[in-house]
């Protein structure tokens, strides 16, 4: 992932921005006033925050999100049913006291809330970078010209952290101090295609330095009272992201040929003004001279704190409505999150500040939708591996990479999420041939981990762990996240990794997923399978195997009462879920309907699909579709079975994919369709060829 400018007058440009904030204001000194322990902690002096917007009793993630998005859109003249892209960037999941959405994903709630029936919708999460990791990724379809328009949302409500940490500090070293300077925004970003190379993204570029994933860590409390809580060691996580955000910068800059002195505005993610002072004095320092004054800087801590992926988009509309940020400025921002992850965006703005402070619409109209050709550059899964504890997925090859006798790698049937993405992603490397150093995207795809832990991205933390490093001393990069969205993200991530590999992002993708679902006793319908697997991705040379195209939409509107919950009861934190096989049910009816427009698409006839690796189905509901389903039902794959009927979920499609190229009737050349489904009434389906 090397880092360059971005090609003129092909990128993307702000349509609009919108903001939630609660309504309620919190000040330094209620919050410290709150704490069970009296401190002697100058957090204002330290910080710079003076106060945050505290959500209300019954305001939670998702709305905040959803009043951003709602925002964003009223000064828009691009409609949500125009939005081709939507996704959910936010760290925050809870919907309820105590309680977290898993499943169904938030961007596909949001869909329904919003309307935004035709976007390909999923959640990315990547700690305070996820709001420019799914710029990032919408970025680059729009200049790919996949896409046309793209909402990307973030609601974070993350002063219940606050309120945990206030039960717990002892003292004022104590690792949970951090959750003090906390505030709660919903964001917005609707981006599109620039009009001209004179306005929008010249630029944007994250690194993922997985080395320092210990230095902030989120996920429930242990404690009786509950909660989620956050501990950081703040001065070496302030130190290692300066340090490795400004050379980012510095590298960025001069493979652009330009210096800060070029910008007239630095918007920094929002920690504290002491963070903030420091990365001035470390930009000075590296580039030989004054080229930042902390005058240019834009600093809303004083009213805001920090409010986790949303810092960048609710201080650019706070210094656009106060005239620090002018139509015509060309802004940089510096972007920073625990993982570690750091990034440089380089912006040209248009008349976005004078249309916030006018409350006025944007002219741009949606662009017309273009139809990719129907037999683009395959995408080629040169290898999968398996760490599978519970399903024998038998011997053979991968897709296109030769015979290949081993099962997979066993980490043993208790193992953790690092240890399944360790074992799957070892067995897919040494298939490939490849070494970690040679990765340069890492998208960890799982829903259900160990610890349920909430920030870093499980991808930063497995970046870290298994030797994939982007740091300034390592010879290459790697941009580390995780998207999800229930069962349907390994079939998402396969895709996002495509796309970002055809536009010129990535050479090498790594997509791997690990589940341990750790749920309430006696609860009803089949568990999810203690498994993982990796899919390397690379463009195919030859043009003459790989994924030629996707496809995915809403089937329906998910139930409210259907999905999975993080729940809490005196301390301990488990899973609670419905049963899985009543939307299985509903939404395989619908196979066959989107498989036929991933066909017709593509110009592709049924008759020429040699094999369909389906989800995992409930056994009933598989003999149905085998039966009822004309011309491809009979020639629908079996997965291999996991122990106890368990659910394959993100591991069925590259356990299927693997086990239809090893012995499945299948030869190099032929056409299979791989299909994925979740549990909020998604179907997706993909054209291989083996």
Same mark, same amino acid.
């Given at each position: 992932?090397?880092?360059?400018?971005?090609?003129?007058?092909?990128?993307?440009?702000?349509?609009?921005?919108?903001?939630?904030?609660?309504?309620?204001?919190?000040?330094?000194?209620?919050?410290?006033?709150?704490?069970?322990?009296?401190?002697?902690?100058? #957090?204002?002096?330290?910080?710079?925050?003076?106060?945050?917007?505290?959500?209300?009793?019954?305001?939670?993630?998702?709305?905040?999100?959803?009043?951003?998005?709602?925002?964003?859109?009223?000064?828009?003249?691009?409609?949500?049913?125009?939005? =081709?892209?939507?996704?959910?960037?936010?760290?925050?999941?809870?919907?309820?006291?105590?309680?977290?959405?898993?499943?169904?994903?938030?961007?596909?709630?949001?869909?329904?809330?919003?309307?935004?029936?035709?976007?390909?919708?999923?959640?990315?999460?990547?700690?305070?970078?996820?709001?420019?990791?799914?710029?990032?990724?919408?970025?680059?379809?729009?200049?790919?010209?996949?896409?046309?328009?793209?909402?990307?949302?973030?609601?974070?409500?993350?002063?219940?952290?606050?309120?945990?940490?206030?039960?717990?500090?002892?003292?004022?070293?104590?690792?949970?101090?951090?959750?003090?300077?906390?505030?709660?925004?919903?964001?917005?970003?609707?981006?599109?295609?620039?009009?001209?190379?004179?306005?929008?993204?010249?630029?944007?570029?994250?690194?993922?330095?997985?080395?320092?994933?210990?230095?902030?860590?989120?996920?429930?409390?242990?404690?009786?009272?509950?909660?989620?809580?956050?501990?950081?060691?703040?001065?070496?996580?302030?130190?290692?992201?300066?340090?490795?955000?400004?050379?980012?910068?510095?590298?960025?800059?001069?493979?652009?040929? !330009?210096?800060?002195?070029?910008?007239?505005?630095?918007?920094?993610?929002?920690?504290?003004?002491? *963070?903030?002072?420091?990365?001035?004095?470390?930009?000075?320092?590296?580039?030989?001279?004054?080229?930042? =004054?902390?005058?240019?800087?834009?600093?809303?801590?004083?009213?805001?704190?920090?409010?986790?992926?949303?810092?960048?988009?609710?201080?650019?509309?706070?210094?656009?409505?106060?005239?620090?940020?002018?139509?015509?400025?060309?802004?940089?921002?510096?972007?920073?999150?625990?993982?570690?992850?750091?990034?440089?965006?380089?912006?040209?703005?248009?008349?976005?500040?004078?249309?916030?402070?006018?409350?006025?619409?944007?002219?741009?109209?949606?662009?017309?939708?273009?139809?990719?050709?129907?037999?683009?550059?395959?995408?080629?899964?040169?290898?999968?591996?398996?760490?599978?504890?519970?399903?024998?997925?038998?011997?053979?090859?991968?897709?296109?990479?030769?015979?290949?006798?081993?099962?997979?790698?066993?980490?043993?049937?208790?193992?953790?999420?690092?240890?399944?993405?360790?074992? *799957?992603?070892?067995?897919?490397?040494?298939?490939?041939?490849?070494?970690?150093?040679?990765?340069?995207? !890492?998208?960890?795809?799982?829903?259900?981990?160990?610890?349920?832990?909430?920030?870093?991205?499980?991808?930063?933390? *497995?970046?870290?762990?298994?030797?994939?490093?982007?740091?300034?001393?390592?010879?290459?990069?790697?941009?580390?996240?995780?998207?999800?969205?229930?069962?349907?993200?390994?079939?998402?991530?396969?895709?996002?990794?495509?796309?970002?590999?055809?536009?010129?992002?990535?050479?090498?993708?790594?997509?791997?997923?690990?589940?341990?679902?750790?749920?309430?006793?006696?609860?009803?319908?089949?568990?999810?399978?203690?498994?993982?697997?990796?899919?390397?991705?690379?463009?195919?040379?030859?043009?003459?195997?790989?994924? #030629?195209?996707?496809?995915?939409?809403?089937?329906?509107?998910?139930?409210?009462?259907?999905?999975?919950?993080?729940?809490?009861?005196?301390?301990?934190?488990?899973?609670?879920?419905?049963?899985?096989?009543?939307?299985?049910?509903?939404?395989?009816?619908?196979?066959?309907?989107?498989?036929?427009?991933?066909?017709?698409?593509?110009?592709?006839?049924?008759?020429?699909?040699?094999?369909?690796?389906?989800?995992?189905?409930?056994?009933?509901?598989?003999?149905?579709?085998?039966?009822?389903?004309?011309?491809?039902?009979?020639?629908?794959?079996?997965?291999?079975?996991?122990?106890?009927?368990?659910?394959?979920?993100?591991?069925?499609?590259?356990?299927?994919?693997?086990?239809?190229?090893?012995?499945?009737?299948?030869?190099?050349?032929?056409?299979?369709?791989?299909?994925?489904?979740?549990?909020?009434?998604?179907?997706?389906?993909? !054209?291989?060829?083996?």
């Amino acid at each position: 992932m090397n880092i360059q400018a971005a090609p003129a007058g092909a990128g993307s440009v702000i349509d609009s921005i919108g903001v939630a904030l609660p309504d309620r204001v919190m000040t330094t000194r209620e919050v410290l006033d709150g704490c069970r322990s009296r401190l002697a902690l100058p #957090l204002e002096q330290t910080t710079g925050i003076v106060s945050r917007r505290v959500a209300g009793d019954v305001e939670y993630a998702l709305d905040l999100a959803t009043r951003a998005a709602e925002d964003c859109v009223s000064r828009s003249s691009i409609g949500l049913g125009d939005v =081709d892209l939507l996704i959910n960037a936010s760290i925050s999941r809870v919907d309820g006291p105590q309680r977290s959405t898993y499943e169904p994903s938030a961007a596909t709630h949001l869909r329904h809330r919003l309307g935004c029936e035709r976007a390909w919708a999923f959640d990315v999460t990547n700690a305070c970078a996820g709001q420019f990791t799914g710029i990032y990724i919408a970025d680059a379809l729009i200049r790919a010209g996949e896409i046309g328009s793209a909402l990307i949302v973030s609601g974070e409500y993350i002063s219940h952290l606050m309120r945990t940490a206030q039960l717990e500090i002892t003292d004022e070293l104590d690792a949970r101090i951090a959750c003090l300077t906390l505030g709660d925004a919903g964001a917005a970003v609707l981006l599109t295609r620039a009009d001209n190379g004179s306005e929008g993204f010249d630029h944007i570029g994250i690194r993922t330095v997985g080395r320092y994933h210990t230095l902030c860590v989120a996920g429930p409390t242990d404690r009786p009272h509950g909660g989620v809580i956050m501990k950081t060691d703040m001065m070496g996580l302030a130190a290692a992201g300066i340090r490795e955000m400004v050379a980012h910068t510095q590298q960025t800059l001069a493979a652009m040929g !330009l210096s800060p002195t070029d910008f007239d505005r630095f918007i920094p993610h929002q920690t504290s003004t002491l *963070a903030i002072q420091a990365a001035v004095r470390r930009t000075n320092k590296v580039f030989g001279g004054v080229v930042l =004054d902390e005058r240019d800087v834009i600093n809303n801590l004083p009213r805001r704190g920090n409010t986790a992926t949303t810092t960048h988009t609710v201080a650019l509309r706070d210094a656009s409505l106060d005239g620090r940020i002018r139509t015509g400025d060309r802004v940089l921002f510096e972007v920073a999150a625990s993982g570690v992850n750091v990034g440089t965006a380089a912006y040209r703005l248009d008349g976005l500040p004078d249309r916030l402070a006018r409350g006025a619409r944007s002219p741009r109209t949606a662009p017309p939708r273009r139809h990719p050709a129907p037999w683009r550059h395959p995408v080629r899964a040169v290898a999968i591996g398996l760490a599978d504890t519970t399903a024998d997925p038998g011997a053979g090859a991968d897709p296109g990479a030769g015979a290949d006798p081993g099962a997979g790698a066993d980490p043993g049937a208790g193992a953790t999420t690092l240890q399944l993405i360790g074992a *799957a992603t070892d067995d897919c490397l040494r298939r490939a041939g490849v070494r970690a150093s040679g990765v340069d995207l !890492l998208i960890h795809v799982g829903v259900y981990r160990t610890g349920m832990i909430a920030e870093p991205a499980i991808a930063a933390i *497995a970046a870290g762990e298994l030797g994939f490093d982007g740091s300034t001393a390592a010879t290459g990069e790697i941009l580390a996240f995780d998207a999800t969205n229930g069962a349907l993200g390994m079939l998402d991530g396969c895709r996002i990794a495509s796309e970002l590999i055809r536009a010129g992002r990535a050479d090498t993708a790594v997509v791997v997923a690990s589940e341990v679902e750790q749920r309430e006793p006696g609860a009803a319908g089949p568990a999810v399978a203690r498994c993982g697997s990796a899919v390397l991705l690379r463009l195919d040379p030859d043009r003459a195997s790989g994924f #030629l195209g996707f496809h995915s939409r809403s089937v329906a509107t998910p139930a409210p009462d259907r999905g999975a919950w993080v729940m809490q009861d005196g301390g301990h934190s488990f899973i609670r879920a419905t049963d899985r096989t009543e939307p299985a049910a509903a939404y395989a009816a619908h196979l066959p309907v989107v498989v036929a427009e991933l066909l017709d698409r593509l110009r592709v006839r049924p008759d020429a699909i040699r094999a369909v690796v389906p989800p995992w189905l409930p056994p009933p509901v598989e003999r149905r579709l085998r039966d009822t389903w004309p011309v491809l039902g009979p020639r629908l794959a079996t997965l291999p079975p996991a122990s106890d009927g368990a659910d394959l979920f993100t591991s069925a499609l590259p356990i299927g994919l693997r086990a239809v190229a090893a012995g499945g009737g299948v030869s190099p050349g032929e056409l299979v369709v791989v299909v994925g489904a979740s549990t909020g009434m998604e179907v997706g389906a993909a !054209l291989y060829r083996i």
